[in-house]
């Protein structure tokens, strides 16, 4: 016996049409998501205290006495912090996915639909972006810039944008080989409203996947910037900058201030990978045949 | 349609070629169709006619020759909006895949809908809606079918909304490039049934892409056959069935399953030496 | 008569459609003679392919089986470890598309000896042997040439004779068919169906052969088993079954067909579309909907497969229909 069990060919009566749920796992992960997202919008607005009202008499004291969280390395309310810090956290990988996004289907499309010289020449332009990791395209740019938010979200928007063309070009290329899309063409309807009206629409599902997947990244690589220094500056407050303004606590005995900011990015970056996959899961089953 | 070339064929194509790199996928293939008539390219994978059909519908450029419909020259790529919807109007097309032909995301009555704006851009949406109940009609559709998602129809009932979705523009002619292949025995009957009393309603032109000697048979009056790129032997349909000249259409025509099918022959063919 | 070969009765099957146990098979049942081809056919939903699986202990997870199916004198269900592994040899299976079931990869060569090496020892050397020879009997005369090559540097049709040869490598007794030819050229079919029946006559091999085509079924086959709605609907000598159809569903597949020798104004086509076993209504004769022949006993209650002339059919109405169904026109 030769052959193993292949998915009946004579497409049997029970084609199965799997249910487009998120599954448990899936809903968690949203709640997660949807939580930190809501924090990063009122979160500034309901901290109980400055969250940069620092106090060095009251440095690293643990939770109680009107501090839930207790207090870090500067005697500010850990709470305060992570509630103010969770809008630059959030804020700046939205604004990075964004960016990025938009950019590589712009590119993923024109390679895509164009095929050719086009597909050659984006994709030379690609591999050449590619040779540059997203910190130290970071670092490149704070030089130049100066430290800052902006300049990481910028640098790493345009170190994901050649991960995000070539994963969108795959897609986009199936889709524009489809039976459906040949047919518009030759009843002569232009490429722009076929990409806008049908193309994007049928890769919609997999595009918002795969940004929930790299928002994920995003937070952790931001993370990452804060916590060298060249992303945000302290004092503002910020879940990368927290963990680097507390590691001293860790060697201390004093852990709680930078384990609580590592356990919110992690929260999210879990969150938003698992959210990501369930997502393409149902993109791959979803509205197909 | 203009009056002007009203006698010009429907389709004509002549010193057809077409090369992908080192590759002849097409060599020198020339045909016309009258207008109303309805011609069949036959061969296997590999013979170049699906690559003659995409020259017809400009999803490949021709390396020479020439394409002409309703007199009209469509070997260079299309300048401009006008020329494209024009050519639309010209020449529709019917693939093979009934699953990967409609968009999953639009309603029938919506993908018609949106043809006729394109090719009626003075119909009303009122005068629209009449159209594409007449056309989901004409398939032998039911209104609800006619304003479902592709992913709640059959097979056979998706290969009908793409044939009304092709004849939105009112063609002049339309190319079924396997149209019936995927079917089952059943559904193929009634598709070919429709095709056939369409093509009298509407006077319309078929050509007919098929590795089906049966199907060819009947739903064409002319006939081409090709082999690896060319074309090896032409003429009325019925001629050439029931008397191929060139040895590969007696090849082909011998191939087809009957009862009493002598398969000792065809072992004899496999092993000419025993 | 001996015992047959392969004897499968009253074979019936639920799968789980959205946690759900559902019918997709009914009542099957037929048998294959030492050296008898047995051909199998409906169309999309019928349950043909759902019956090889279960022939082969292929089912999907979760999937009830009911009845029996026997392998020389063996049920098959029983099947455990090395039986079963020997049942496997013994049965050998050819799928529709070639590609999708070889790794593309790998080398046909090693696709051939694979099962000879790991499963019975035979030594490199002496697998290539075999595979060599079996190629040259499926027409392949350079094998030791093929060996080396990649399934994508071979056509459809020759990588369709690997398969058949790979199957044959373990000298099996049964070749289980599922529309070996559907993915290929119509000259490419003539050829492997030329070569199929040359391999049944020369190793006395039984195939049970799978296809959506009556009329190849009626050029190869001994009997034909006709399946609808996941029930065999009639069963016979494979020409009368062509020629002199019982059963209405079996007429109208072949009046549905276009002819190759003329033209008619309007193919008989059956209206409706082919119901799947899983919606087929379970005291009621499921084509009956589309039938031209149905009266009310046909929706009173489930036909029962009965003997008749020669052969079994699945019609109330059979006994009165006989002889005026015609068959499809002799070309």
């Keep these: 016996m030769s052959a193993v069990a292949a998915p009946a060919a004579g497409a ?29 919008v009122i979160g500034p607005l309901v901290t109980p205290y400055d969250p940069n009202l620092s106090d060095l008499v009251s440095a690293w004291i643990g939770p109680g006495a009107g501090h839930l969280l207790g207090l870090d390395v500067q005697g500010r309310d850990v709470l305060s912090r992570l509630l103010a810090g969770a809008r630059s956290s ?67 928007a345009v170190a994901y944008t050649p991960f995000v063309a070539r994963i969108l070009r795959s897609a986009m290329l199936k889709e524009r080989h489809q039976p459906y899309i040949t047919a518009l063409e030759v009843q002569g309807l232009g490429a722009v409203t076929i990409c806008v009206r049908h193309l ?62 590592g356990a919110c990015i992690v929260a999210v970056v879990v969150a938003m990978n698992l959210l990501g996959e369930r997502l393409l899961e149902r993109a791959g089953t979803e509205g197909r045949r | 349609m203009s009056e002007l070339l009203d006698d010009a064929p429907a ?82 097309i019917v693939f093979q895949d009934p699953y990967s032909s409609l968009d999953p995301r639009q309603p029938v009555d919506r993908a018609i809908d949106e043809v006729l704006r394109l090719h009626r851009p003075d119909w009303s949406a009122a005068q629209r809606a009449v159209r594409v109940t007449e056309l989901v009609g004409m398939v032998g559709l039911d209104e609800r079918q006619g304003s479902a998602l592709p992913r709640a129809l059959s097979g056979g009932q998706r290969q009908r909304v793409a044939i009304a979705r092709a ?72 001629d050439v069935l029931d008397a191929p000249q060139h040895a590969y259409t007696r090849r082909l025509r011998a191939s087809v399953p009957t009862p009493g099918w002598d398969l000792a022959e065809v072992r004899r063919a496999l092993h000419p030496a025993t | 008569m001996s015992e047959p070969l392969l004897d499968v009765v009253g074979l019936g099957l639920d799968l789980l459609v959205a946690g759900e146990p559902r019918s997709v098979l009914r009542e099957v049942s037929f048998s294959v003679a030492a050296g008898e081809a047995v051909g199998l056919v409906g169309e999309s939903g019928s349950g043909k392919s759902m019956t090889v699986r279960a022939i082969d202990r292929l089912l999907p997870a979760g999937a009830r089986q009911r009845g029996s199916i026997r392998f020389a004198g063996q049920d098959v269900a029983a099947l455990s470890g090395a039986a079963l592994r020997t049942y496997r040899a013994e049965v050998a ?54 060996l080396d090559q990649f399934p994508h540097e071979l056509s459809g049709g020759l990588l369709q004779r690997v398969m058949i040869a790979s199957a044959l490598l373990t000298e099996p007794r049964l070749l289980l068919a599922d529309e070996p030819t559907t993915a290929l050229d119509v000259t490419t079919q003539a050829e492997i169906m030329g070569l199929l029946d040359e391999l049944r006559r020369d190793l006395g091999l039984s195939i049970l052969f799978i296809t959506h085509d009556l009329d190849l079924a009626a050029a190869f086959c001994d009997r034909t088993a006709v399946m609808y709605a996941g029930e065999i609907v009639e069963v016979r000598d494979a020409r009368r079954l062509h020629d ?75 006994d009165v229909l006989r002889g005026t169904l015609g068959g499809v026109p002799h070309v």
């Design chain 1, 12 to 40: 049997e009566p029970a084609r199965a049409r799997r249910r487009t749920g998120l599954g448990i796992t899936g809903w968690v992960a949203a709640t997660i998501v949807g939580l930190a997202t809501l924090i990063a």
């Design chain 1, 90 to 156: 959030m804020l700046g990988p939205l604004l990075i996915v964004v960016l990025c996004m938009v950019v590589g289907s712009v590119l993923g499309l024109a390679s895509a639909w164009r095929g050719g010289m086009v597909d050659t020449t984006v994709s030379a332009g690609l591999d050449i972006l590619f040779a540059f990791p997203g910190v130290l395209l970071a670092a490149l740019t704070a030089a130049v810039f100066g430290a800052g938010l902006w300049a990481a979200v910028l640098a790493l």
């Design chain 1, 200 to 261: 994007l629409p049928n890769v919609f599902p997999f595009m918002v996947a795969q940004a929930s997947i790299l928002f994920g990244y995003a937070v952790l690589d931001l993370a990452v910037i804060s916590y060298l220094g060249i992303g945000v500056q302290p004092p503002n407050p910020d879940w990368g900058v927290m963990i680097s303004e507390n590691q001293s606590g860790i060697l201390l005995g004093y852990p709680l201030p930078a384990l609580l900011s």
């Design chain 2, 11 to 92: 389709l004509e194509v002549s010193g057809l070629r077409k090369t992908f790199g080192d590759v002849v996928a097409v060599e020198d293939v020339s045909f016309a169709v009258r207008r109303g008539g309805s011609l069949g390219i036959v061969g296997e994978s590999g013979s170049g006619k699906t690559t003659v059909a995409k020259m017809i519908t400009g999803q490949e450029r021709p390396t020479a020759g020439t394409i002409q419909a309703c007199g009209r020259d469509r070997s260079m790529p299309a300048r401009g909006g006008a020329e494209r919807r024009r050519r639309g109007r010209e020449v529709q």
């Design chain 2, 167 to 238: 004849l939105a523009a009112e063609p002049d002619v339309l190319i079924l490039d396997e149209s019936v292949a995927a079917l089952d025995v059943s559904i193929q009957a009634q598709v070919l049934n429709l095709l056939i009393d369409l093509r009298e309603r509407l006077a319309i032109t078929y050509v007919l892409i098929s590795h089906d000697l049966a199907v060819v048979r009947q739903l064409t009056e002319t006939v081409v056959v090709m082999h690896r790129g060319a074309v090896v032997e032409r003429g009325r349909t019925e």
């Design chain 3, 93 to 146: 299976v050819v799928f529709q598309d070639p590609r999708v079931h070889i790794n593309p990869v790998r080398r046909v060569g090693d696709f051939m000896t694979e099962v000879l090496r790991t499963n019975r020892g035979v030594k490199r050397r002496e697998a290539a042997q075999r595979a060599v020879a079996m190629l040259a009997k499926v027409g392949i005369p350079d094998g030791e040439r093929r």
């Design chain 3, 244 to 318: 002199d159809p019982l059963h209405p569903y079996t007429a109208a597949l072949g009046a549905a067909r276009p002819l190759l020798d003329r033209t008619v104004r309007h193919l008989t086509a059956i209206p409706g579309r082919p119901l799947s076993a899983l919606e087929a209504p379970p005291d009621a004769c499921a084509f009956a909907p589309r039938c031209v022949h149905a009266e009310d006993a046909c929706t009173s209650g489930a036909p029962a497969l009965v003997d008749l002339d020669g052969g079994a059919v699945r019609c109330v109405r059979a």
